[in-house]
């Protein structure tokens, strides 16, 4: 069974602390995404690694930075939280050049910053 | 620049009466078109995708989708609604480079009153 893993399903944190989310996937996929979750507006693609130690930005990458230091695992950091990142933070993976191929999604961090 | 819209925030709909929620996309080219759906607090679960073929997809929990291309549509349907089948479902889209990320719609909220 293929699987996304976040390391966390809830958090909560202090404004300005450094916070950091990781994803890890068993199905060897070379795409991995970290998108944000917020009522009304859907999922917004923060950024996107296409490969180890790639990554690009998505549709709002203020305030996050990423890591992909290995193909199966995918960081998501916050430099310095505030209030306004409180969000569901979904990552996921798929497999380069295919298309076709649907995302495969990770169960989802719940962040509160407060 | 590729885009979802999704119209409508909440569909409801009475248990065993069909349901559709719809979608219309906007994509460089042929679509790959997928469709999600979400429970409260847990990722994304995919449903059915559209890829190239029959404008009739078929996926899981009976659930099937048409697509339009004249319409640039991509609506999900069930001939008859569980009440179990309540949660947050979405529409995505991707070019057919597989090079593309995958955009998504707003989400529309299904609710099915027993």
């Known amino acids: 069974d293929v699987k996304v893993t976040q390391s966390s399903r809830y958090l909560v944190k202090r404004t300005g602390e450094k916070v950091f989310l990781e994803c890890v996937q068993d199905?060897?996929?070379?795409?991995m995404f970290w998108y944000r979750q917020d009522p009304g507006l859907g999922l917004r693609l923060i950024y996107f690694?296409?490969?180890?130690?790639?990554?690009e930005k998505g549709d709002i990458p203020e305030g996050y930075s990423v890591s992909r230091e290995k193909k199966e695992r995918f960081s998501l950091i916050l430099e310095s939280a505030s209030t306004n990142q409180t969000s569901m933070y979904l990552c996921?993976?798929?497999?380069?050049?295919?298309?076709?191929?649907?995302?495969?999604f990770g169960q989802g961090t719940r962040l509160t910053v407060v | 620049a590729q885009s979802v819209a999704q119209p409508e925030d909440q569909v409801n709909v009475a248990e065993g009466n069909p349901l559709t929620v719809k979608c219309t996309y906007s994509?460089?080219?042929?679509?790959?078109l997928f469709w999600y759906v979400q429970y409260p607090n847990r990722g994304l679960q995919f449903l059915l995708k559209?890829?190239?073929?029959?404008?009739l997809v078929k996926g899981s929990y009976g659930f099937e989708a048409e697509f339009n291309k004249s319409q640039t549509s991509f609506h999900l349907k069930k001939p008859s609604a569980l009440v179990s089948d309540s949660a947050l479902y979405f529409c995505?889209?991707?070019?057919?480079?597989?090079?593309?990320?995958?955009?998504f719609g707003k989400g529309t909220m299904l609710l099915v009153s027993p």
């Open positions: 996921a993976s798929s497999p380069i050049g295919r298309g076709g191929t649907e995302a495969f």
């Open positions: 994509v460089s080219g042929n679509p790959y």
């Open positions: 690694s296409y490969d180890v130690k790639m990554k």
């Open positions: 559209y890829i190239t073929g029959d404008n």
């Open positions: 199905m060897d996929h070379e795409n």
């Open positions: 995505a889209v991707r070019d057919e480079s597989g090079y593309s990320t995958l955009t």
